[in-house]
């Protein structure tokens, strides 16, 4: 299993950012998959979760309506977009899953046990 995150970046606050996390190893038709941060100083939480066997989605309250989980299944990626960024945004992203768990919520919710390396969102005027 392997997941590769990229597109992270220096953006001002308003602005968008799409990530990207390609999957080998496994497809994504059946576990849940999602985007995880870390900030300096701050434990590690989740901002996104899909199921990727009935694109049920999950989102912590500080991203709803700004950011959104998405999947392309002919490049077995997910990703993540993300707008109206703000200063604590910035953090290092990334993404994760559990071969065996289903459930979006319950993978943003718990350690996931597959992980990429991440990628820094920086968002600064």
């Known amino acids: 299993v392997q997941l590769q995150a990229s597109g992270g970046g220096l953006v001002q606050p308003g602005e968008s950012l799409t990530l990207s996390c390609a999957a080998s190893g496994f497809t994504l038709n059946r576990p849940a998959i999602g985007w995880f941060r870390e900030a300096p100083g701050k434990e590690r939480e989740a901002v996104s979760c899909?199921?990727?066997?009935?694109?049920?989605?999950y989102y912590p309250d500080f991203v709803k309506g700004r950011f959104t989980i998405s999947r392309d299944k002919s490049k077995n990626t997910v990703y993540l977009q993300m707008n109206n960024l703000r200063p604590e945004d910035t953090a290092v992203y990334y993404c994760a899953t559990d071969l065996g768990q289903a459930s979006s919520y319950a993978l943003c919710h718990r350690s996931p046990k597959e992980w990429g390396q991440g990628t820094q969102v920086t968002v600064s005027s």
């Open positions: 899909l199921s990727t066997n009935n694109d049920i989605t």
